[in-house]
């Protein structure tokens, strides 16, 4: 039973479940079973194999990725050791690369064709490539925000997928390969023609710059006491090599998405299948037990370290002695409410925030990390943030950020669709008790809807051409 347990969970890349009864486990000795019908038999051990498709569908999604212009690549949690193959395949069709989240850690964020993070939690750059593709290939990931995938008819669709049944899930495929994604991208990867003409690339690339620009400037914005994406700025600039990042399920995901740029050799992990509470410090503690040695970051909202966190740190007060490296940092989102949650009623049903069940009680986390023998501060304002990190990197043990954080930074979409604003508008009329201030982090933020989306890019590539005009009269 042991035996087969390995082998499901590998096989499967799944949970597998042992059942031992109680009349078994008392047993004193093992009794091998009779050879006859129905008796099972074991041995232990689990060899990888080869899982690759056929020859002739790796050249029809050739001749597919070939034939087009404006190829856009998302690799998910199964491309995450197909770091390599991923780049060679993208560097071949001059292609950018947008990762869901699960796959954060599947590219470096500092290649210049890493769109980052895609969806609801997405950057402008990946959604607008999403938008203006011709060509889908996507690679290990059923990311389930459809709606910001190609539209269906937009972009001819390839898929690689070691899971059948994540196959077509998402987007309807011209061709949908079975295989693990390296073997897979190596196979393929002789069948792809180099593409000379890197227009598409080169507006890939630009649109990525533009938005890391745009990412310093939010998180810059005024958001008193603390804007909640400035400890993210922040942290990302400061991870030391091989740093292991956790999320939990909420805000901080979000922030995570949009605003730490992995390195390579860098690890992350959220829950991002079932989007479970309380997953940052679990995942960080057991990063720290297989990886002693290395740094790692759990980023938590209020709600999730109410809800396990506070306990997940006896856990930590109890094990840190034995790891190698004793840095475990701890950055908590204290704004008092369940504020992912918060912006999706407003957004998603038109519901003004409830206090009711919105709103949590405040608790001192960084004073109870130093009651339980760790070390803590207290973060109130943008100018405690910078010296707060150095105390947390620097620290000789666990060291835990109580980061008091403005709610009203809106957790959205780069930009709104029109049913979307109608319900947020509806939302701050209709009662919302923090209207006035969701209003000026709105604003602030330059959330903006998809008319004015598309008029502002509109006038920009105006801009540019204009430039472009002035800079050949010049020359001549």
């Given at each position: ?149 190609p539209k269906p008819g937009q972009a001819r669709g390839v898929q ?73 700025w922040e942290l990302s600039s400061r991870l030391p090599d091989r ?234």
């Open positions: 039973m042991i035996d087969r347990a390995f082998r499901t969970a590998h096989g499967g890349r799944t949970v597998a479940a042992i059942i031992l009864p109680h009349d078994i486990q008392s047993k004193e000795a093992v009794e091998e079973p009779e050879r006859k019908h129905g008796k099972q038999h074991s041995s232990p051990g689990w060899w990888e194999p080869r899982v690759l498709p056929s020859d002739d569908d790796l050249r029809h999604a050739a001749e597919i990725l070939n034939a087009g212009t404006k190829v856009a690549i998302l690799v998910g949690a199964g491309a995450l050791g197909a770091t390599e193959e991923v780049i060679s395949v993208a560097e071949r069709l001059e292609a950018g690369v947008a990762k869901a989240l699960l796959g954060k850690a599947a590219l470096p964020d500092d290649l210049p064709f890493v769109t980052g993070s895609v969806g609801w939690l997405g950057t402008e750059a990946s959604n607008r490539m999403m938008e203006e593709c011709d060509t889908f290939l996507m690679v290990g990931s059923s990311m389930p925000y459809t709606e910001f995938l690689i997928d070691i899971e059948p049944r994540s196959l077509g899930l998402r987007y309807p495929m011209e061709i949908a390969l079975v295989g693990k994604s390296a073997e897979t991208l190596r196979a393929l990867l002789p069948h792809l023609k180099q593409k000379t003409d890197r227009s598409w690339r080169d507006r890939v690339e630009g649109n990525i710059r533009d938005w890391w620009v745009e990412v310093e400037r939010r998180s810059h914005a005024p958001a008193p006491p603390l804007n909640p994406q400035l400890p993210f740093a292991i990042v956790t999320a939990d399920s909420g805000t901080s995901a979000f922030w995570c998405a949009r605003n730490i740029r992995l390195r390579a050799d860098m690890m992350f992990s959220v829950s991002g299948g079932l989007a479970t509470m309380g997953c940052a410090l679990p995942y960080a503690l057991a990063a720290k037990i297989a990886h002693p040695d290395r740094v790692v970051v759990a980023t938590v909202g209020d709600g999730a370290m109410q809800m396990s966190g506070i306990s997940s740190l006896i856990d930590v007060a109890k094990r840190w002695s034995q790891w190698n490296d004793p840095r475990l940092i701890v950055l908590v989102l204290n704004n008092r409410d369940l504020n992912y949650v918060t912006w999706e009623q407003r957004v998603m049903e038109g519901d003004p925030r409830y206090e009711r069940s919105q709103q949590l009680p405040d608790f001192p986390y960084a004073r109870y990390a130093e009651l339980l023998g760790l070390a803590g501060a207290r973060v109130e304002s943008s100018d405690e943030v910078r010296e707060a990190f150095d105390r947390a990197f620097a620290a000789d043990r666990p060291f835990v950020i109580d980061a008091v954080v403005n709610a009203d930074v809106p957790t959205l979409p780069p930009w709104l669709r029109p049913e979307q604003e109608k319900k947020l508008e509806s939302a701050l009329e209709e009662g919302d008790p923090d209207a006035a201030g969701v209003r000026e982090q709105l604003d602030r933020q330059d959330v903006h809807n998809e008319r004015e989306e598309k008029a502002r890019r509109s006038g920009a590539e105006a801009a540019k051409q204009g430039a472009r005009h002035r800079t050949r009269a010049t020359t001549s």
